[in-house]
């Protein structure tokens, strides 16, 4: 199951990379940083969303996972 | 009139693979440097400090300048003084076939030829482990006088671990005249500290590369051509923390403007990405036909004027991108002649993003142009390459079906394997042939447990063709075939798929059947594949022990491959013959064997076939058997000599493994144990079943030099027993073990070993008369008399001997007369100087009568000769 993570990065991104990002959601802050938040599938797909962000040369500030998977879907 | 205006952009790549995937000459293009660009003498000298290393590392994010700084270096240092290589890396560099392609493809735009044995031992049939490749390579590459570097740029892009696991292993072993460079926009997997901290690299790195406020000024006033003020400029360098493309970007967003102060503390104080902000500058600045053709053309990695017709709507591809060159528009030459560009990757990224964004629809259609475009110009793989890109999944593979069939018998598996696995798999399932060349290819890259599935998929298809009953439902999905011919070919293959998973699992019997199926169903037009088919089941006979029936099926499969057009395959299957009449004891016949083919593969002129130069260490091994070590000393050197280009992937290990027994049989043990742990290094394994282990052989050397623990610690690993089934293929381990209890009862005579060997034996004799392989009966008699002598028992020991030399040749008039002077004491010198004949000669006769005695020093082959009355 997918974990939420929140990726932030240097500089204000435009909404059409979000397609580009793994379909992280994008949210401007104000102090001039971007936070990339939303489910990453797993490992690989982590990864993927950070070497997009490296190909831009998006100044990477940070990485967390905030959630676990989520617990309202049963597994069965 | 597309395809006059257009110039290939390959180099011929050897091999048959360049009918599918050709070397594109524009990744070789080494980049011009222009004077009139920012030069940056500080990172130049540094580049020229980092070349008495083994690397250099550029790494830093897009935009940092990378490229162009290796660009004016090279600009900078004439040819003459130090020869580069230059290698564009892209995504399709993961399969290490195709890098080391172009690696070595690289090397040899600085020295024409070398490399060129990896080169083509990477486009045999069935490569080699990549180390082997690697040494032959550092082998060629030492032979090189002068100093040079090899530039790999963009290796980011490489996430294939056998690449860089290879590459680690080349930096290991770097020969002192390379110097390699990377380029990259992350730091490569490899040991960077330790490289670091024995001082075997340099780095530059992103603090290193951004525009000092200088150089700033410099790009922006005079390579831009802006008048900007020293507040302007360092408000900009601290905007764009002395990124090269954003300062690019900026100067362009700036060129015509009126308020270009204005313009700078907007941008300064924006908090937006760099890239975001200034592109959209930048693309609102241009007119519409010029915005048009960069969002279109973004979907491309390379990009030719035709190319760019064919894809977008507009005619002037070739003029635009030349304008868009002169106007600084991130737009990278990758020749001289002004054909191919491409763009700058970052750039490339923003404007696909655009494209998506904006037309979102269009952008499936723009790939599909572009993969017509490939297929018109003769390019499978990029028209493939498109296809996936673009989702279009069923002409992705309508295109993958007919360049199956020469990329399963000439390389490019991982490539296909990549495509296939891009497509869905119910297409996959509804395409016979294609799943027929999936499993082939799983079969190849060694994933064989999946390829039953797959083999299913195809049968489905096959079944619902020849059940002609009117009441059968119709399939829910349709059949697709492109290649009519390849689905006739289909059952047999199926089988013959079959029969090579059987093998590679080690089960005869199924390998025997299906290869039986395959040549029923195989059409008789398919050499090819009834020769793969053929050679199977003659491997399955060779593997159960019927000698005669494998050479009859094992050479009409050979005459199939040649038919078919390969004539590597038929040259290397002879040493499968020879040997099989080795081990008939059929010398005369094997000798016949190997002239009749070297006189083939020498009509076929250069290059030479593969095997020839295996044909000479079977010719050895053969002159080895009569004991003429000089002579095959001879054969195994020109052997060497054509070299691996020349030679079957086994070949390797095979050349040491017989060098390292001439050397045995010449008493230098400790020397043929080093070439037999070389032999085991370099061992690759091919369908042929290994009968002669290189384990064994060391084991044999080990009981000779008494090492007896060693020597029953392989026994035990190979759990070799005294009542084990005995098969053929297993006979030469059990005639070793025969040997290491023989050895073991030696050193303790309270051992019941010697009973257990004398079963042994008597057993395999048996085993080998019945099979006809008088070599082995030969071998297995002189154990047994071996094994009476062990025992005291000279009487009993004479009758097998009498009987193997009655089988094998008995030593010559002169090897007993120089064995009498031995056991008279005499040395090797003193008995040349009586016989008049050189010191050479006198050791050459001893090692023979050594061989044929079965010891290997002087005082055990005068007992020995005695013992036995020959002197």
Redesign the interface.
């Known amino acids: 199951m997918a974990d939420t993570y929140r990726i932030r990065v240097k500089?204000?991104?435009?909404d059409?990379?979000s397609?580009?990002l793994g379909g992280l959601a994008i949210h401007?802050q104000e102090d001039?940083t971007?936070v990339l938040v939303g489910p990453v599938v797993d490992q690989a797909a982590l990864h993927g969303v950070i070497?997009r962000i490296?190909?831009?040369?998006?100044p990477l500030l940070s990485v967390r996972r905030v959630a676990g998977p989520h617990s309202n879907t049963k597994q069965g | 009139m597309i395809g006059q205006a257009y110039n290939s952009p390959m180099v011929d790549a050897p091999g048959q693979g360049a009918a599918t995937s050709p070397l594109l000459e524009t990744k070789l293009y080494i980049p011009k440097w222009r004077p009139g660009l920012v030069s940056r003498p500080r990172l130049i000298e540094r580049l020229d400090q980092g070349i008495e290393r083994k690397l250099t590392l550029v790494s830093a994010p897009a935009g940092f300048g990378k490229t162009t700084l290796l660009a004016e270096w090279l600009a900078a240092t004439p040819a003459s003084e130090r020869a580069t290589g230059w290698v564009s890396l892209d995504q399709s560099d993961n399969d290490p076939a195709l890098f080391w392609a172009y690696f070595i493809t690289a090397l040899q735009t600085m020295r024409s030829g070398v490399g060129g044995n990896a080169l083509s031992l990477l486009h045999s049939p069935q490569p080699p482990p990549i180390e082997s490749v690697l040494t032959t390579l550092i082998n060629e590459i030492n032979a090189i006088e002068d100093d040079f570097a090899l530039i790999l740029d963009d290796y980011h892009v490489v996430d294939a671990q056998p690449v860089h696991s290879a590459i680690a292993f080349l930096l290991d072993h770097l020969p002192p005249q390379m110097h390699l460079v990377i380029a990259s926009r992350s730091d490569p997997p490899l040991p960077l500290a330790r490289l670091r901290g024995r001082g075997e690299s340099i780095e530059l790195r992103a603090s290193d590369l951004r525009f000092a406020p200088d150089e700033a000024a410099a790009f922006l006033n005079e390579v831009m051509g802006l008048d900007l003020s020293a507040a302007d400029v360092a408000a900009l360098e601290t905007r764009t923390e002395g990124w090269i493309a954003g300062l690019q970007l900026a100067a362009l967003s700036m060129r015509g403007r009126e308020d270009v102060s204005g313009f700078i503390k907007a941008f300064a104080g924006d908090d937006r990405y760099i890239v975001d902000y200034l592109v959209e500058e930048v693309l609102q600045r241009q007119p519409e036909r010029v915005r048009s053709f960069l969002l279109q053309t973004s979907i491309l990695d390379r990009l030719s004027g035709p190319l760019c017709d064919a894809v977008t709507d507009q005619g002037e591809g070739k003029g635009r991108l030349e304008a868009l060159e002169r106007g600084n528009l991130f737009v990278v030459p990758l020749d001289d002649k002004r054909q191919w560009y491409r763009y700058h990757h970052l750039f490339a990224d923003v404007l696909r993003a655009h494209a998506m964004e904006e037309q979102p629809d269009r952008v499936p259609i723009l790939h599909r142009r572009a993969s017509e475009w490939y297929e018109h110009n003769g390019l499978p793989a990029d028209a493939i390459r498109h296809a996936l890109a673009g989702e279009d999944f069923e002409r992705a593979a309508g295109l993958m079906e007919p360049v199956g069939r020469p990329m399963m018998f000439t390389g490019g598996q991982e490539t296909m394997l990549g495509w296939l696995k891009a497509l869905p798999d119910a297409l996959v399932g509804s395409r016979p042939v294609l799943s027929g060349i999936y499993a082939w290819v799983l079969l190849h890259t060694g994933q064989v447990d999946a390829i039953e599935p797959r083999l299913r998929d195809a049968e489905r298809w096959l079944e619902t063709t020849s059940d002609t009953s009117e009441e059968q439902e119709p399939p829910l999905v349709e059949m697709v075939v492109v290649d009519e011919e390849e689905f006739r070919s289909l059952p047999g293959m199926i089988a013959a798929v079959r029969a090579a998973r059987a093998g590679a699992v080690g089960d005869v019997p199924g390998t025997a059947e299906y290869a039986r199926r395959a040549l029923e169903l195989l059409p008789e037009g398919d050499h090819l594949l009834r020769g793969v088919a053929t050679a199977l089941l003659a491997l399955a006979y060779l593997t159960s022990g019927d000698l005669d029936a494998a050479y009859g099926i094992f050479a009409d499969g050979m005459a199939s491959l040649k038919l078919g057009g390969d004539i590597q395959h038929n040259t290397s299957g002879a040493y499968i013959l020879a040997d099989i009449r080795m081990a008939q004891g059929r010398l005369h016949e094997a000798v016949a064997t190997y002239q009749q083919s070297l006189q083939l593969a020498m009509e076929q002129g250069e290059p030479v076939p593969r095997g020839t130069a295996d044909m000479y260490v079977g010719l050895s091994e053969l002159q080895r058997e009569h004991d003429d070590l000089e002579a095959a000393t001879q054969l195994l050197l020109k052997s060497k000599e054509l070299g691996e280009r020349a030679a079957a992937p086994d070949w390797q290990h095979r050349r040491c493994a017989a060098l390292a027994q001439i050397k045995e049989a010449q008493g230098d043990l400790d020397g043929a144990l080093d070439l037999l742990d070389e032999a085991e290094r370099l061992y690759y394994r091919t369908p042929v079943p290994d009968l002669r282990p290189i384990a064994a052989l060391k084991t044999r050397i080990r009981v000779a030099q008494g090492r007896l623990t060693e020597a029953l610690g392989w026994v035990r690993e190979r759990g070799l027993s005294v009542d084990d089934d005995l098969s053929y293929i297993r006979e030469f381990e059990h005639v070793t073990l025969a040997r290491v209890l023989i050895a073991r009862y030696r050193s303790d005579r309270a051992d019941r070993s010697i009973d257990e060997a004398m079963g042994l034996l008597e057993r395999l004799r048996k085993a080998a008369e019945e099979g006809g392989r008088t070599g082995s009966v030969i071998e297995i008699l002189v154990q047994q008399a071996l094994a009476h002598e062990a025992q005291d028992d000279l009487p009993s020991a004479l009758e097998p001997l009498e009987r193997a030399l009655s089988l094998a040749e008995p030593l010559t008039g002169r090897e007993v007369e120089i064995l009498r002077l031995v056991a008279a004491g005499m040395r090797n010198q003193e008995i040349a100087e009586q016989l008049f004949i050189s010191l050479s000669t006198v050791k050459r006769h001893i090692a023979n009568a050594y061989g044929k005695l079965g010891v290997s020093h002087r005082t055990e082959a005068v007992a020995r000769a005695n013992e036995l009355n020959l002197l």
Do not use: A, E, N, Y
């Not at chain 1, 500089?11 to 435009?14: E, M, V, Y």
């Not at chain 1, 490296?54 to 998006?58: K, M």
């Open positions: 500089g204000h991104l435009d059409r990379w397609d580009w401007l001039g971007t070497i490296r190909d831009l040369g998006l």
